[in-house]
């Protein structure tokens, strides 16, 4: 299967990986396989790749994508439970991790899930479609309130008040129930002369997508247990796509980077503190003038990379 989206940032997370011809990788946001081909292209038979995902749809996909490899595993999870993914398989330490946070390529593409406010469909925007909360449930049953809040602290709206305002107002009549349905409320509720930066409905869209599918909450933790499941010299690569995931990503790493809270007249630590590695791009990689050009997707991404101390 072919998709409109490229990978992101492709050639920047294959040289940040620094991909071992033998070693153990792991994709936690397998999507349609874009990165994880790339990455198998660079190991040899005797290296493997573990491909998470918690979409069965793009699992499929990817499968598909990657019958010509033989040394991948397939695990339907969330990378959330990346360290216990590994126990499972019984592999202690890995070489490298690529985590390709926010909405996959393949959800793009399949229109009919409800993730992209440009295309028509049923309010859905679930990345694991066997879980129960669905955008559809979001719009309609949260408060006015919680819906603005959301709004606000997800996708940092200025108008989060008065588009869930209007969402309330609208729902009195009937369910709101079509992505069509919701972006015209929201074009509604912002100023014309507002509306020039991006679709104006791109910052609510990201905002529910985050609470459907619980992407912030446990991503601090996740990056922390990925760290841990490194192998001496072993990367880290996140590629996140707006402020929110950006920071957490960086603070996570520089909790992991640790500080040496002794006087600075002590000839040698005594406070205990254990670094797990080191941050190996101070500020974040992102895509080039052509790959924007070419991949409007690319325009917000940024990666950045840890590296795992060798103790």
Partial sequence: MEFKHKPVLLNEC????????????????????????????????????????????????????????NNVVYIHDNHDNIDKILQK?????????????????????????????????????????????TAEEVVNSYTEEELAKIFFEYGEEKYSKNIAKNICMARKNKNITTTKELVKIIEESIPQSKQNNGHPAKRTFQAIRIEVNDELKPLHDTILKSINCLKP???????????????????????????????????????????????????????????????????????????????
Wanted: aromatic share 4%.
């Fill in 233 to 311: 010299e072993g990367r880290l690569a996140v590629i996140t796509f707006h402020s929110l995931e950006d920071r957490i990503v960086k603070n996570a790493y520089i909790e992991a980077v640790g500080k040496c809270t002794c006087p600075p007249d002590i000839p040698y630590c005594v406070c205990g503190n254990i670094s797990l590695g080191k941050i190996v791009n101070k500020k974040p990689i992102v895509a080039n003038e052509e790959e924007q050009k070419s991949n409007s997707r690319s325009r917000s991404a940024k990666l950045r990379i840890f590296e795992r101390n060798n103790k």
């Fill in 14 to 69: 294959i040289e940040g990986l620094n991909i071992k011809k033998d070693g153990i990788y792991v994709d936690g946001t397998l999507g349609g396989a874009g990165h994880s081909k790339e990455i198998l292209n660079h190991l040899s038979n005797t290296g493997l790749l573990i491909g998470i995902d918690q979409d069965l749809e793009a699992l499929d996909a990817a499968k598909k994508n990657l019958s010509s490899f």
């Fill in 89 to 133: 398989l019984e592999i202690q330490k890995v070489d490298g991790i690529l985590l390709d946070l926010g909405v996959s390529s393949y959800q793009l593409d399949e229109k009919s899930r409800g993730f992209s406010y440009m295309e028509d469909a049923k309010l859905d925007m679930r990345m694991d479609r066997t879980k129960k909360l």
